[in-house]
């Protein structure tokens, strides 16, 4: 039986820029099948989730603009849990949403926050880690995060220090947050080895996580407060509206998990990567001998080497003699970068933005 007090909530109100072209703020990655598994990354999310959470508490929070892709891409989730938020307003008013409409839906709440586009395999590993998270959350006063073991220094995650001597059956006292360092630093972080990549999914009571806004973040606590009544009424969208006219642009992380005094961790050593960006994408990808990853069958690469192709048309595509490019290819536009330039990427579609308008966006 599957414990009627566990949720998830499924964060997909991302536009995922630095995927573009494919990725378009009409369409993000998240509604796409990037790594042509067949399932959408926000289906795999649901699918890895549905093992385990009952179906009928799975939320999916994003973007009203995103609700009928919701809908399409997952018919079997029920229309009451796509959270619509009118505007984005960063992670901490999407945290605040759910959790006090799930405190008043259920004051035993005990939830799952997680991104809608990480890339997650050993399942099984996975699912006894969640679980193990949510009965450690159900039994303390405790926000609990999954903490990836780093391979190698990447500048592109956040970084979770922990104390290795405190640990309760595995989980461990979380002393501080670090947002992406520089190459150095991440080394530095590595060869401590304290030190463990944020995944971004985060355990907790409802109640807690509403209470820790009250103590950390009150103006966010007192927006929402104010509104309590109108959620799970028909009355929920008016009053979220004028919420986040008002509500600050902030992270979660910011808000409460670099303040509070009960953070915990737990390493995790299932297969984990947050899919941000093409080199991530390129990582996941098989490669032949020259290390070139391609999804195409329409692509011939001579004399290349350790480039990424991506194109979804028939249009034959001959690459020769490049090496570390990434290469996307689609009806509207077409992406050629070092692999090494690939943080430019926003650089590039703000420039888009100015030349083209949103047409190309």
Request: glycine share 4%.
């Amino acid at each position: 039986m599957k414990n009627q007090n566990n949720y998830v909530a499924i964060m997909a109100g991302g536009v995922g820029s630095r995927f573009w072209p494919m990725s378009k703020t009409s369409y993000p990655k998240q509604f796409l099948d990037i790594l042509n598994t067949g399932r959408t990354l926000i289906q795999s999310t649901y699918d890895r989730f549905s093992t385990f959470i009952p179906e009928e508490n799975i939320f999916v929070v994003t973007s009203s603009e995103y609700v009928e892709i919701v809908k399409a891409q997952l018919p079997q989730l029920p229309e009451a849990n796509i959270v619509a938020e009118p505007e984005r307003k960063n992670t901490a008013a999407c945290v605040a949403y759910i959790s006090f409409k799930l405190k008043k839906m259920n004051p035993n709440a005990n939830m799952i926050v997680a991104p809608s586009d990480h890339l997650i395999g050993d399942l099984e590993l996975f699912t006894d880690t969640c679980k193990k998270a949510l009965e450690y959350t159900a039994n303390h006063y405790a926000f609990v995060t999954l903490g990836i073991k780093p391979n190698h220094p990447n500048t592109g995650y956040g970084y979770i220090q922990y104390d290795q001597e405190k640990s309760n059956s595995g989980v461990f006292k979380v002393n501080r947050f670090t947002e992406k360092p520089d190459l150095a630093t991440a080394k530095e972080f590595l060869s401590e080895g304290n030190y463990l990549w944020n995944s971004g999914i985060f355990i907790w009571k409802a109640e807690d996580i509403v209470g820790a806004f009250w103590e950390h973040f009150k103006f966010m606590y007192d927006l929402f407060q104010e509104k309590n009544a109108e959620l799970n009424t028909s009355d929920e969208s008016e009053a979220i509206l004028e919420i986040y006219e008002k509500c600050p642009s902030t992270s979660i992380d910011y808000a409460i998990m670099e303040k509070a005094n009960n953070v915990f961790l737990i390493p995790s050593d299932f297969t984990w990567n947050d899919l941000g960006t093409w080199n991530s994408a390129y990582d996941n990808f098989q490669k032949d001998e020259e290390m070139n990853a391609s999804n195409s069958k329409s692509a011939i690469l001579v004399d290349s080497k350790g480039c990424l192709v991506h194109s979804n048309e028939q249009k034959l595509m001959v690459i020769g003699g490049l090496e570390d490019l990434i290469i996307v290819n689609t009806p509207e536009a077409l992406l050629i970068c070092k692999k090494e330039n690939e943080q430019q990427i926003k650089e590039y579609v703000a420039k888009v933005k100015e030349v083209k308008g949103v047409l190309y966006i």
